[in-house]
């Protein structure tokens, strides 16, 4: 168990719906990191947060957007959903900006 | 922007081979990282290098950083089934914090 909590750990919705993916970072963690991982495919880097504020963004669709709240959790929103939209979402968190990530379960995202 | 690259893609083993993974970054990297994520499972941190030819042993396992901080190499010695899973770099940029993984080497070990 890395500490990190995503829920819900499986998601199935219908195109043009809107969903939002939730993580807990480990405790003291202050950076919150998103991931996309399709089918057999690599971890495709979204945003990052630290403490509250953006820190680092890749190359995360404008349907998408996340934010960080005070207690340091964190939401994935991705709206207008498509059928490629279909993946893996991990969350996952450091101490500071800088250290090893620890990675949550993911959350399978399923758009029919 | 920071990419990272990763390869070979697969590759399959017998049991007690070696094997081998390689890893390139366009730029300059802070550190780099690796992890292993296992069929179904999530990627688990494995090392952190950060110094300029660095090179750190666990067990059966040899991680080098290269001497211009832009590539990375995982060995495994005599390979055994628990080694299934696939292998990501992820490289650290000098300028910010991100995070770029690379493509991930999946590892099949055949008894």
């Known amino acids: 168990d890395s500490g990190v909590t995503q829920t819900p750990k499986h998601l199935i919705t219908a195109t043009g719906q809107r969903v939002t993916l939730r993580c807990s970072p480990r405790s003291g963690d202050l950076s919150v990191y998103w991931y996309q991982q399709s089918l057999d495919q690599g971890l495709q880097f979204l945003i990052q947060y630290y403490n509250g504020e953006e820190r680092a963004k890749g190359n995360i669709l404008e349907r998408f957007s996340a934010q960080q709240f005070p207690d340091l959790h964190s939401e994935l929103n991705l709206s207008s959903l498509e059928l490629g939209d279909s993946a893996l979402y991990f969350c996952?968190?450091?101490?500071?900006?800088?250290?090893?990530?620890?990675f949550g379960q993911g959350t399978r995202l399923t758009v029919v | 922007g920071q990419q990272v690259m990763q390869i070979p893609q697969y590759q399959h083993v017998q049991e007690g081979e070696d094997f081998t993974t390689y890893c390139n970054s366009s730029t300059t990297l802070s550190n780099i990282q690796w992890y292993k994520q296992r069929p179904g499972g999530h990627p688990v941190f494995l090392i952190q290098l950060v110094k300029s030819g660095e090179v750190k042993k666990q067990k059966r396992l040899t991680f080098q950083f290269g001497e211009a901080k832009k590539n990375s190499s995982l060995h495994i010695t005599a390979t055994q089934t628990t080694d299934v899973g696939t292998y990501f770099c992820?490289?650290?940029?000098?300028?910010?914090?991100?995070?770029?993984f690379g493509e991930g080497t999946q590892l099949t070990v055949n008894p």
């Open positions: 996952a968190s450091s101490v500071e900006s800088r250290g090893e990530a620890f």
């Open positions: 992820a490289g650290r940029e000098t300028s910010g914090s991100r995070l770029t």
